[in-house]
Structure formats: structure tokens, C-alpha cells
């Protein structure tokens, strides 16, 4: 028997990526829609309560509306849209983080996809957190560089454009209020009292991500060294298909003490990196944004909730 899944926002970036990455399955089929009824609400309405899962590739608004289309029981739907990231029912996405997420992706019928930049910080985060070595209002701050593929479409036309703004060949920072759409799962999900100062960047790359947290051991509960943070790291992710704690300061696995934001591009992988001194530990995690930053970690929770091996397809 195939499950039957309908994308709606298919024409969108993490739409169509996940459109993509079915290619070549015989375990599911495809409910499709035309272009001329892809926005007609009943065509749509339709399409969902057909469905064994529906992926909302949507605007926030246009992803409350479709879950509100949702009339049969059997329909479960992975939102890709920040809508649902920290409403009450819906199950975050980002099954590595503990058993208990897992759990809740496998059962839940409401299962809300993790953002990109929200997934390499609470790769770092939540496991500190969790194992106490962070205290819940220790002052966060956060770095990241992302391809300009995380824009969407017109970023994409715009960096891609013949003629561009010669800005637009180096990085550039944004967010500059400090309001970042991803920030309330950020401080959400690990339990933060306060949110983190999250500083965006994006470049002149297509795709791929580097999310960075800089630690002051002089401020956590008890002092810890990058090799013991590293070891703690390694154990907590030990046995995770996607996520991987590489080793310590990279060696061995980086060029010239570069870490190249792009290298996971086309992958559903994430790597974490720690390096530092005894007073500063730098905690770096590496994915890409349009994989297990977006399509290929929905694809993932897809899998988990059918039952499937949680790699297939990806």
C-alpha cells in the first residue's frame, strides 16, 4: 500500500525540494493539483483530507488556514511554516534532541518542522541545557551564515540576477532589531528565560549553514573544558544517524582551520564542531539549510511517522 501525500506550497523552495527528494519512491503516492486550483481553498481542502500526510509549505497564515481544512481524523500534517513551532498539540520536529521529541514525532499527528537557523542553535543548546552545563538564563548569543537560498524565491532571483548590487557579493547582517522570526522555538525549546542575541548573516552561496554559540566557561554552573564539553557532546549524540560530533577542534576533517558553510549542501546531515580554551569554548553546528534545516528533516519526520526507517529517501 503507498501513503498518500499531498505538499501544499509544492511550487515553493522546501516545497519542491521535498517534492524532489520522493523521486524514485514506490511507497508513496503523490496528490497533486494543477496549476489553475493550487490556491482554490476546496481543491485544496480536498487534497488534505485525502491525504495520510500533508506538508504545509506555507505562509504562516495560509498554514493556519489549511490546518483548519483538516476534517478527517486519519490526516496528520507536517508544518513547515514557523506557525506551530511553539504551539500547544504540536510536536517539534527535531527528533536527535531526545527520546522524548522522538516519541512525539512518531505519535503525534501534528508534528511542526524546526527552522533552519533554530536547528543548528538547538543542536548546541538543548543538550547543554538539559545536562545542566547551561544554566536556563545564562546570556546567550548566537552567529550564523546561511546560502541565500533560505530567502526564498525572490532572494534567490535577486543573487542569481545577471546585474545585482555589489552588496550582495559579500556577506551581509540582517535583523538588526533583534526580532528574528526563529527566536521564540529558540528560547522555547531548550527553556531559555531569556532569548539569545541572535546575529543572521546571509551570502553570496546557494545553500548551506553554520550556526555558532560562543561559551564563557566563567559563567556556566561549573567550569568545564572543550575537551570534557566535547566528550559530553559526543556521548549525548552517540548513535544519531544525521547528527555527528566530529572531532575535537575538527581535526582531521577540516581544511586549514576553515569551516566551510557549504560543505553539507545536499545532504540531510548536521556536524557539530567544538574547539576553545579553558576560559572560551566556541560550539559551532554545520547543516544544510534546505536539508535538515528544512526538506530533508520534514522528509525525516515523514518517515517517523509512517513507521519507515527514518533515513529513506534521504
Known sequence: MAYKIFIDGKEGTTGLQIYQRFEGRKDLELLLLDDENRKDINARREMINASDITFLCLPDAAAKEAVSLVENDHVRIIDASTAHRTAPGWAYGFSELSKGHREAVISSKRVANP??????????????????IMQKDYPVVCHAVSGYSGGGKKMIAKYEAEE????????????LTLSHKHLPEMQKVP??????????????????MEVTVPLYTRLLPKKVTP?????????????????????FMGEGVIDDGF???????????????????????????RLDNLGKGASGAAVQNMNLMLGLDEGTGL
Do not use: W
Not at 527552522?115 to 545542566?132: D, E, H, K, R, T
Not at 527553556?191 to 548551506?208: A, K, M, S, T
Open 259 to 285: 569551516i566551510a558553510a557549504s560543505a553539507l549542501a545536499g545532504t540531510n546531515d548536521m556536524e557539530i564542531f567544538v574547539g576553545g580554551n579553558d576560559e572560551q569554548i566556541l560550539l559551532v553546528s
Open 191 to 208: 527553556g531559555l528565560e531569556y532569548p539569545p542575541i541572535f546575529n543572521p548573516l546571509v551570502d553570496d552561496f546557494y545553500c548551506g
Open 227 to 247: 575537551v570534557e564539553l566535547h566528550k559530553r557532546l559526543s556521548d549525548y549524540y552517540a548513535g544519531q544517524r544525521f547528527v555527528k560530533v566530529l572531532p
Open 164 to 175: 545585482k548590487p555589489k552588496g550582495y557579493d559579500s556577506p551581509r547582517q540582517y535583523g
Open 115 to 132: 527552522g533552519c537557523y533554530a536547528s543548528g542553535f538547538l543542536s548546541i543548546v538543548y543538550p547543554l541545557a538539559a545536562m545542566g
